[in-house]
Nanobody
Framework: VQLVESGGGSAPAGGSLRLSCKAS????????IGWFRQSPGKDREGVSL????????YYLDSVKGRFTTSSDIARNTVYLQMNNLKPEDTAIYYC?????????????????????WGQGTQVTVSS
């Protein structure tokens, strides 16, 4: 299993960035892909999930309406479009993948349940 993130960088508050997560080595169509973030001194936090089996998505409350996750099955790639960025969005962003029989969105709160992780990409938002 391999997950490779890209697209991180710097943006001003109110700006946008799009992260990509290229996946390989597992049945992409059957897995859920999560985006998580971690900033210094804080626990890893679930930002979004997409269930590739049915396209359902789930979000952290603080990013609803600003972030959108989507999946390109043909490219085995999941995206996180981040708009109206805020300084508190500054963190290292990771994508993660695993198979769950029933997906409820609660998986956002349990990053330890994901077995495969990318290397992370830094997002820095300046005020």
């Amino acid at each position: 299993v391999q997950l490779v993130e890209s697209g991180g960088g710097s943006a001003p508050a109110g700006g946008s960035l799009r992260l990509s997560c290229k996946a390989s080595g597992f049945p992409f169509n059957d897995y859920i892909i999560g985006w998580f973030r971690q900033s210094p001194g804080k626990d890893r936090e679930g930002v979004s999930l997409i269930n590739n089996r049915d396209g359902s998505t789930y979000y952290l409350d603080s990013v609803k309406g600003r972030f959108t996750t989507s999946s390109d099955i043909a490219r085995n790639t999941v995206y996180l479009q981040m708009n109206n960025l805020k300084p508190e969005d500054t963190a290292i962003y990771y994508c993660a993948a695993d198979f769950f029989g029933e997906v409820t969105g609660r998986e956002l709160k349990h990053p330890a349940d994901f077995g495969s992780w990318g290397q992370g990409t830094q997002v820095t938002v300046s005020s």
